[in-house]
Every structure is written in C-alpha cells, then in structure tokens.
C-alpha cells in the first residue's frame, strides 16, 4: 500500500483533470465532425470505351441466342450410349496396376 505523506490524497484532483481531458477531447471531436466539410460528389464521366464495350456484349449475346450448327460427327448428351460405371472403374484399375508395375520393374530388365 502507498504511503501517504503529510494525509494528502491525489486521486481526487487526478479524477478531475481526467474528467477534464476527456471532456475537451469530446467537444472537440464533436465541433470537428460539425464544421468539417462533406466531399465534394463526384461527377459522372462518360467512359470513352463505354460503347465499345456495350456493342461487344450485344455481339456475344447474339452469339449465346444463335442455334448452334453441330458437326456431325459429334454425339448429343441425349443421343450418347451410357457408360457402364463398373466397366468403367475396372479399366481405371487395370490401367493403375499396369502402369504400377511398369513401375516397379528394374531399370534393364
């Protein structure tokens, strides 16, 4: 515990000045968010490119909208035959256990 000298306390006139600080800084905040001045609004510029771009995206559009012509060499997704799926994964394994094995096989043999 401090000790006090002559029975004199400091942390009332200590209260005070905080109490004073403070108070100042807040009035001080609140008179600048007050009297600053707001940014000025930007004014809209026309973008030089702006109609490039705009006759760009009609083009693709048309392109979206158009009927593709198909090669006929290409299958449909509703005219391709479904695979079998355990065909399918048997020839995956085939194809790692070959290649696995290639693998472990000593260089000249």
Known sequence: M???EGRQCSI???RARTA???GAAGA???AWRKFRQPPPEPV???DPRAEELRQKLEESRAVIDAPEELDPAETTVDEAEPVDVQDRREA???RG????DEMRRRPGQ
């Open 2 to 4: 401090a000790r006090q």
């Open 12 to 14: 009332g006139p200590m």
């Open 20 to 22: 004073w600080v403070a």
């Open 28 to 30: 001080a905040i609140a």
């Open 44 to 46: 809209p510029v026309e």
């Open 92 to 94: 995956v394994h085939e």
């Open 97 to 100: 256990r070959a290649a696995a």
